[in-house]
């Protein structure tokens, strides 16, 4: 007996003092329980803060069918009477059916047989889950799950995106398009967690200690768009599609001195609630993703480079034949003239490829090339949205004969609108190319934000230069057939596109129509792009200057920007 008290003895000393087999630990995991504590995506908000994207919880109600046909009848506590009542096993589901608004006989359906885990409702309200709870209908339960919401609907929704589910964590959402794919690290918050230890009869032991690790959500996302100016230009840009029987078209809008996007508007926007409603061509921003040829509005940079150089003043008087020749290459104009004067002004106020070639091939090949790269033309913008198009530039020796003097009025290049709309930007900002910004800033769960900064800024043409080009192109608002352009007590300019348009098998079959235009003349601080794709009819009798006039004038008004105190600038035009 002594013996066997001994070998007893020096077998607790090593089981409960020395656990070399870690049996202590082992009990200690068994009885461990870890619970995720899920973070809230963050939300995605306007320059103004009103809320584009945000997450809210819902319910996935589950039930037991076996435990739930073993609980007929079950108790319950009335709380109106506060007394226990017992209520049979149809009438819970019945009660059921009502709280989920379905029918008694689907309910009754999906609560039997004798799997472990059977859906009757998804993604219900809290309030429906309240009500649900209250019932205590036998293996009945809720599954917590994230819902991603956007109140706006279409608003901005190509530009927001959308979410689907992680793959890697079940009922979490993650970006699949927009803001919500470039942003989705910081919009996902980091889940915590609850480990706490039950008893074996799945009751938690109070004495036992808990862990808690507090879950952090994801961060708030503010954009630069300004939802009322995007919604008043989806309208806008929507209208002139149906109006012209259009492909497609979009605006652009960007305040000058900061390069902030106010507005990407597209005819056609998904809804992030449901983007399977909407073609998968038509989600995305097609003024990010789709290059075209610029056509006419090209002319500036080449105006630009001119004068920069020292080739030409918007005063230089030319004589314009009926077409123009070199090497071997001749261009002609829109509309026949004879031979005509003009002054580098009146050349591309009139937009005439004739005068614009005479004066664009006083400049070498590369710096024609050299000009068009540092306004930005073949490389991306940087603005955070997937899939932005480069565009196309080639280097100065793979042009061939004629692409060498095409590229001087905009075809032979490719661009995105926003490209296009920056490239203004630049002209109206004293020469300095700056990045669009479309985020402009995060800010954590603790309500620390953080400014989201751009790149560099460029010098691409000097100051002199970039006022000369604004008093050019406010001649084509004033003095040309688009002086149907006003936004009364502002002086505004611009300049008009015509493209053509290349079909699927590489042939053209009809036009980009284009206006971008800037305000107030005297110190701009908006420029606003239109892009029409194929309308039908006489390309030439089309006009982008109403849908301009409609948006720029609601930017200059909502932004409370001073009307214009100085009489607009008239250069001559002809000679």
């Known amino acids: 007996m002594l013996a066997l008290l001994l070998l007893i003895s020096g077998k607790l000393v090593l089981v409960q003092g020395l656990d070399l087999g870690g049996y202590a630990q082992a009990a200690t995991n068994q009885l461990t329980e870890t619970q995720t504590l899920a973070a809230n995506r963050g939300q995605i908000v306007d320059a103004n803060g009103k809320v584009l994207a945000q997450s809210v919880v819902r319910y996935d109600i589950v039930i037991d069918q076996v435990n739930n046909v073993a609980g007929d009848p079950f108790k319950r506590v009335n709380q109106s009477k506060q007394v226990t009542e017992e209520i049979s096993r149809d009438q819970g589901l019945s009660e059921l059916a009502d709280a989920l608004g379905m029918k008694p006989e689907d309910v009754r ?19 429906v889950e309240a009500k649900v709870a209250a019932l ?15 109140p706006l609907g279409q608003v901005a929704g190509n530009i927001v995106g959308y979410t689907g589910e992680n793959s890697d964590k079940p009922g979490v959402v993650a970006g699949n398009a927009g803001i919500e794919q470039t942003f989705n690290e910081q919009l996902t918050g980091q889940d915590g967690s609850r480990t706490y230890q039950r008893g074996r009869d799945g009751i938690i032991i109070p004495s036992a200690p808990a862990q808690v690790k507090p879950a952090v959500d994801g961060q708030t996302v503010k954009l630069t768009i300004n939802s009322d100016i995007q919604y008043l230009a989806q309208q806008a840009i929507r209208n002139q599609v149906q109006t012209l029987n259009a492909q497609w078209g979009n605006i652009v809008v960007v305040q000058v001195k900061t390069g902030n996007i106010i507005a990407i508007a597209e005819d056609t926007t998904v809804d992030p609630n449901n983007p399977g409603a909407t073609a998968p061509e038509s989600r995305a921003s097609r003024a990010v993703t789709n290059a075209i040829e610029p056509g006419s509005t090209e002319k500036s940079v080449t105006a630009s480079a001119a004068i ?19 090497d071997g290459q001749t261009f002609t104009d829109a509309e026949p003239h004879g031979t005509i004067n003009r002054t580098f002004a009146g050349v591309i106020g009139e937009s005439l490829n004739t005068g614009t070639v005479m004066v664009g091939s006083q400049l070498t090949p590369q710096q024609r090339y050299d000009y068009l790269n540092k306004f930005g033309v073949g490389q991306t913008t940087g603005i955070p949205l997937p899939g932005e198009a480069q565009g196309i530039l080639a280097t100065p020796d793979k042009w061939d004969g004629r692409q060498q003097y095409t590229v001087l009025f905009g075809q032979g290049v490719a661009q995105t609108p926003l490209q296009t709309a920056m490239i203004y930007q630049t002209i109206a900002n004293n020469g300095v ?13 603790n309500g620390k934000e953080t400014k989201m900064p751009g790149a560099a800024a460029t010098d691409v043409i000097s100051p002199s230069t970039a006022q000369q080009m604004r008093d050019i192109l406010e001649g084509v608002a004033t003095q040309y057939s688009y002086n149907k352009l006003g936004i009364p007590g502002y002086r505004v300019g611009g300049k008009t596109g015509t493209a053509e348009s290349p079909g699927a098998n590489g042939a053209f079959d009809g036009y980009t129509a284009s206006f971008v235009g800037m305000a107030p003349m005297e110190d701009p601080e908006y420029v606003v792009l239109v892009t029409v794709q194929r309308p039908q009819g006489n390309i030439f009798g089309i006009t982008q200057g109403p849908v301009f006039d409609q948006v720029m004038g609601q930017v200059l008004q909502d932004y409370s920007v001073p009307p214009s105190t100085t009489p607009p600038v008239k250069l001559p035009q002809t000679w």
């Not at 205590?136 to 956007?150: D, K, N, T």
């Not at 920069?308 to 070199?326: H, S």
């Not at 669009?436 to 800010?443: C, E, I």
């Open 109 to 127: 359906t999906l609560a039997t047989g004798t799997a472990k885990y059977q859906v009757l409702a998804k993604a219900v309200t809290p309030e």
């Open 433 to 445: 190319r700056l990045q669009p910004r479309l985020v402009d800033s995060v800010t954590d769960a």
């Open 308 to 326: 920069e150089e020292g080739k030409v003043t918007p005063g230089t008087q030319l004589t314009i034949p009926p077409t123009f020749t070199i």
């Open 136 to 150: 205590r209908v036998p293996g009945v339960a809720s599954v917590p799950i994230e819902q991603r919401v956007y």
